[in-house]
């Protein structure tokens, strides 16, 4: 039987990289795909795939950094599938703006926050009560490994999934039995996005040349959060999970 039969579940920046990775994985695996993301064409295109393939997804134009336009994506989503089991807080991410705390612009470190740590709360504030109301499921959300170990130059992206490491760890306490909660911590993972960014910072080159079991690709995230999904995680719940090809140890 297909790991996630029966199982519905919204991905939010499911249009490109990881979130794209991920919704064709969980499809493949049974389960009904909500692509909540930015750009609708993304999105759609997204959704299309899945289709093609024969699963069963559907694309909403989602800002996550609204409270609502992501209350509206949680509720269409429940309103079509007549369920949710899985919120994956994917959308987020950083850019070539970002520095150590003294040199960093302060817009960026408020677009970050928004972006990352605002977006991932207002997911699990109106997607916790829906699994809830579903029986129960997971929450898997985006931390990174530089909220595990020192990166320079990262100051306001480490700031933002520092801080969703320690919410998961909390909202597991809150809402168990009935919802998991758990994390992962990428390292640089070969999106479009991230190739541009780490040729453009030398740290994180440096980083990226010391993964042990070679460059990550987005399909290897999705394979941890295709775990944290399923019912073989059904005891597992606050914990942050690095798939970093060894980085944080070496």
């Known amino acids: ?4 039969e029966g199982k519905v579940a919204v991905i939010t920046g499911a249009g490109t990289g990881i979130g794209r990775a991920t919704a ?7 389960a009904r795909v909500v692509v909540a993301e930015l750009s609708a064409e993304a999105g759609e295109q997204t959704a299309q795939l899945i289709v093609q393939a024969g699963g069963d997804a559907i694309a909403i134009k989602t800002d996550v950094t609204e409270p609502d336009s992501i209350q509206a994506t949680i509720d269409k989503a429940v309103q079509h599938y007549g369920a949710l089991h899985i919120l994956h ?10 520095s150590d705390v003294t040199d960093a612009p302060l817009e960026e470190f408020w677009r970050v926050i928004k972006l990352d740590l605002f ?3 207002l997911g699990c504030r109106f997607g916790i009560p829906a699994i809830v109301r579903s029986g129960g499921g997971s929450v898997i959300n985006m931390s990174s490994n530089v909220a595990l170990m020192g990166i320079p130059g990262r100051d306001c992206y480490t700031a933002a999934k520092g801080a969703v490491a320690s919410m998961t760890r909390s909202m597991a306490v809150e809402f168990a039995p009935k919802v998991r909660v758990n994390a992962i911590a990428p390292s640089a993972t070969m999106t479009d996005r991230v190739k541009k960014l780490v040729a453009g910072n030398t740290a994180l080159d ?3 040349n010391s993964h042990l079991l070679g460059l990550i690709e987005p399909e290897d995230i999705a394979f941890m959060a295709l775990f944290l999904a399923s019912d073989e995680t059904r005891k597992v719940t606050g ?5 970093d090809s060894g ?3 070496s």
């Not at 039987?1 to 996630?4: F, K």
């Open 1 to 4: 039987m297909p790991r996630l």
């Open 24 to 30: 064709k994985l969980f499809a493949q695996e049974g």
């Open 89 to 98: 807080n994917n959308a987020g991410g950083s850019t070539m703006r970002d």
């Open 119 to 121: 977006g991932t709360f």
């Open 206 to 208: 440096k980083m990226a």
């Open 239 to 243: 914990h942050i999970y690095p798939v």
């Open 247 to 249: 980085v944080i140890i």
